[in-house]
């Protein structure tokens, strides 16, 4: 058996090439564009090229990206919450984002938790995640949207099945298992402190590794004909010192297990961004109609 590829990177310039249609088309009834402003703080190289990927897939789609902020690293606690506070009242913003990690001195959950809900297209405030909690309508994490996205993409059914998601962070993990259970799977969920965690991946119909290993899932952890969805980013450097991405999961010996597996790069990731600007296209739309 050779897994087929869910090819993330393909199915987000699918989504956003639909997006920028209906942004063209939004920003002529309602004369403005979605806007979002991503605030940056530091030099951090890494998020230098996340945020580098936010700011070119918005303006891609038609997304207006001027509000975004890059402060220095010296930058307070008093003046981010300052500037979240003058977003959350700016008409012309639907969604902002605070680019993590911020510097120590910083607290990175107050300035979350600052955000107003309604544009926090990250998914990540308290009000957001209690809503998903309770099945209501609201923003959602953007990286298990993505995955959910691409099982849906693919017409992996969820009901009945057994899923078993590796990682338990508020950014991934828990709201992962969360959005599966909204779809009728039973999940189990595991981590660093699991005991015997190749019986419990063998279980799944489903696996969803997002724990920041690299290629800790192997081959004979995996059940055979289970769908792999390898969250994890991770940069390796060999021998010679040339550095590359993996994920969670070993590719190599996984697809020749898995029906159905995503790569490292091109699987997760694109979508990530891809559900961020559909969150500021969520945001925008509840705010113009209901301005009217």
């Known amino acids: 058996m050779t897994a087929q590829i869910l090819d993330g990177k393909a199915l987000a310039e699918r989504l956003q090439q639909s997006m920028a249609e209906e942004v ?14 991503v605030i940056w703080v530091g030099d951090n190289p890494a998020s230098a ?21 890059h402060l220095g690293a010296e930058t307070t606690q008093a003046e981010l919450l300052d500037l979240i506070d003058a977003l959350n009242a700016d008409p012309a913003v639907d969604g902002i984002l605070v680019q ?3 510097p120590q001195h910083l607290d990175g959950d107050s300035l979350l938790n600052r955000i107003d809900p309604d544009k926090d297209v990250d998914g990540l405030h308290p009000a957001n995640l209690g809503r998903l909690v309770r099945g209501e309508a609201g923003l ?24 078993v998601v590796v990682g338990r962070s508020i950014l991934v993990g828990k709201p992962m298992a969360l959005l599966l259970l909204e779809k009728n799977a039973t999940v189990i969920t595991a981590h660093s402190r699991t005991r015997n965690l190749a019986e419990m991946t063998r279980q799944a119909d489903v696996l969803v590794a997002a724990v920041g290993r690299p290629n800790l899932i192997t ?5 055979p004909g289970s769908v792999v969805i390898d969250v994890g980013m991770n940069r390796i450097t060999n021998t010679e010192g040339k550095s590359r991405l993996v994920g969670d999961v ?9 029906s159905a597996i995503t790569p490292v790069p091109g699987g997760v990731g694109p979508m990530t ?11 925008y739309k509840v705010r113009v109609q209901s301005a009217r």
Do not use: W
Not at 273 to 283: E, F, K, R
């Open 273 to 283: 961004v891809t559900m961020l600007l559909a969150n500021t296209l969520q945001s």
């Open 219 to 223: 081959g004979e952890m995996i059940r």
């Open 49 to 69: 090229a996340y945020v580098g990927n936010k700011d070119r897939a918005g303006r891609r789609v038609g997304i207006d990206t001027s509000r975004s902020q």
């Open 24 to 37: 063209q088309h939004l920003c002529a009834k309602y004369g403005r564009p979605p806007g979002l402003a």
């Open 100 to 102: 993590l990690p911020v």
């Open 250 to 258: 070993d590719f190599e010996s996984a697809q020749q297990v898995a």
């Open 140 to 163: 959602r994490s953007c990286t298990p949207a993505g995955v959910m996205a691409i099982l849906a993409d693919a017409q992996i059914e969820l009901a009945g099945k057994i899923a």
